[in-house]
Each structure stands twice: as structure tokens, then as C-alpha cells.
């Protein structure tokens, strides 16, 4: 489980109570995935025509640069500082590409996107404030002392991001929209990466590679590479000012070939 000795934070099965630098291989070195889904992006930015290269591409990119550096920090050198590193940067891209797709995609109006933005913090901070001990769960003020644990080894925070992926995809498809399939197979991978995520301890003694716990949390990194990049690939293709959807199935009594 868990556990803070000084400064050193010991979140991961593969680090176990091991303080060195490199106790962590596999969850530092995984955070290549995200510089690699940000090198693709730049790729695919740069094939665009100039005038399709929108800001929001690029700074989507650097995000994918800073998650896998903030994590790789985060999984060599785990203190209070490097947590920030490893969280914040994701907690922009969620708030960043939501509103993205509520302003391209779903083409709200900036209120309405504020308040969606607001209502998603608010999740956020109520997500992450729940704690499960004995069996129950609860708010942080209301845990029995000594009892706080995060649930799902802190996965349940990333439920608003979930939901609010699906219903993106969700609406998309029921608009027919071209950038649904991809929002669809990021809602996808992102649970296959969120189960991984919360498994790491419950998994800890199964998984040994060259004779050491792994556990399961690097291939939360790999996954949710994969997310990231969908869901750039989606915006970078499909998000642009112009709303774009497929054509309307033709009409039977369309077919220029119909009996007159």
C-alpha cells in the first residue's frame, strides 16, 4: 500500500520502500510514451496546411512533453515537490482538451463551456476527496483517523475525465461526427488504462520481471500515451473551426435513375 517515510512518497509496487533513483525502471522509462504521442503530433501538425496548425495542436504537444517529464520526476524522485509535477500537467490537459471539445466538437457557446468547465473541477476536487477503508468509502473529513486510502489506488479521480470522455463520443456519434471513432477508442483505451492503474498493488506479488515486483502501473503510462495521442489525433484532424460531419445517407427517392 502506499506510504510517506520523510520526504520520499512510496506510491508504486515496483518502488516498494526502495528510496533509490532508478527504483522505479519501468515507470520512469514508460514516460517515453507521451514524448513519443507529442513527436507524432508534431508529424501530423506539420502535414496539416499552415492555416490548419492551430495553437491548441502545439499546445497540446508541449502538455504530452511536460506529463512524461512532470511523471518521469515523479517516478525516479518521489517527493511533495515532484507529485506536482507528475499531477498538474495532467490536470491541465483534462481541463484544456475539454474545453476544446466543448468549443470545436460539441461547438458550445463560452458560457456554456465555463460552466461545464466549473461543474468538472468541481467533480475533480469531489473525486479526489473520497477515500475507502473496511470496505466503505467517504469524504476526507468524514475517514476514521489513521484509515484515509485512496480508492482504486487513487484511479477514482480520474472518473470525471472518464465520464466526460463518453459523453463527448457519445454526442459526437450521435451527430456523425467524423472524430467520434477516435474520441470512442480513447474512451476505450483510457478504462483499460484506469483498470491497470488500479491494480498495482492487488497485482504486486503476480507480476515479476527479471526478479523484481513490476506491478502494473507502467502500463498505465503506455495506455495512456495511446489516450493522449487519439485524442490529439481526433482534435488535429476533425477539430477544426469549421464543423464537419458526414454527409446524410442519400434518400432512395434521390437516385436520379428512379423511375419518373
Known amino acids: 500500500m502506499p506510504f510517506q517515510t520523510g520526504a520520499t512518497i512510496f506510491d508504486y509496487c515496483e518502488r516498494g520502500a526502495n528510496p533509490a533513483f532508478w527504483a522505479e525502471p519501468l515507470n520512469a522509462v514508460t514516460n517515453g510514451g507521451f514524448i513519443v504521442a507529442g513527436l507524432a503530433g508534431v508529424v501530423l501538425s506539420m502535414r496539416r496546411p499552415s492555416s490548419g496548425r492551430s495553437l491548441w495542436y502545439w499546445f497540446f504537444i508541449l502538455n504530452f512533453m511536460a506529463i512524461g517529464i512532470g511523471s518521469f520526476l515523479f517516478h525516479t524522485v518521489p517527493n511533495v515537490t515532484t507529485v506536482q509535477a507528475?499531477?498538474?500537467p495532467i490536470g491541465i490537459?483534462?481541463?484544456?482538451?475539454l474545453t476544446f471539445a466543448m468549443k470545436r466538437f460539441v461547438r458550445l457557446s463560452w458560457f456554456l463551456t465555463a460552466a461545464g468547465i466549473a461543474a468538472f473541477i468541481g467533480a475533480m476536487i469531489a473525486s479526489l476527496n473520497v477515500q475507502c477503508w473496511n470496505g466503505r468509502f467517504g469524504f476526507l473529513d468524514n475517514v476514521p483517523?489513521?484509515?484515509q486510502a485512496k480508492c482504486l489506488n487513487g484511479s477514482l479521480g480520474y472518473a470525471?475525465?472518464?465520464?466526460?470522455?463518453?459523453?463527448?463520443?457519445g454526442w459526437l456519434m450521435m451527430?456523425?461526427?467524423?472524430?467520434?471513432?477516435?474520441?470512442?477508442?480513447?474512451g476505450a483505451t483510457f478504462i483499460i488504462s484506469l483498470t491497470f492503474r488500479s491494480?498495482?498493488?492487488?497485482?504486486?506479488?503476480?507480476?515479476?520481471l527479471c526478479g523484481r515486483k513490476a506491478g502494473t502501473h507502467f502500463v498505465w503510462h503506455l495506455?495512456?500515451?495511446?489516450?493522449?495521442?487519439l485524442l490529439l489525433l481526433a482534435g488535429i484532424k476533425y477539430g477544426g473551426h469549421r464543423q464537419e460531419v458526414l454527409p446524410p445517407r442519400p434518400k432512395a427517392s434521390q437516385d436520379r435513375y428512379a423511375f419518373q
Open 86 to 88: 507528475d499531477t498538474i
Open 93 to 97: 490537459f483534462m481541463i484544456a482538451y
Open 145 to 147: 483517523p489513521g484509515a
Open 160 to 169: 470525471p475525465a472518464l465520464i466526460a470522455m463518453w459523453a463527448i463520443a
Open 175 to 186: 451527430k456523425r461526427h467524423p472524430a467520434a471513432p477516435l474520441v470512442f477508442a480513447a
Open 199 to 208: 491494480v498495482d498493488f492487488s497485482l504486486c506479488n503476480d507480476i515479476i
Open 223 to 229: 495506455l495512456n500515451s495511446l489516450t493522449l495521442f
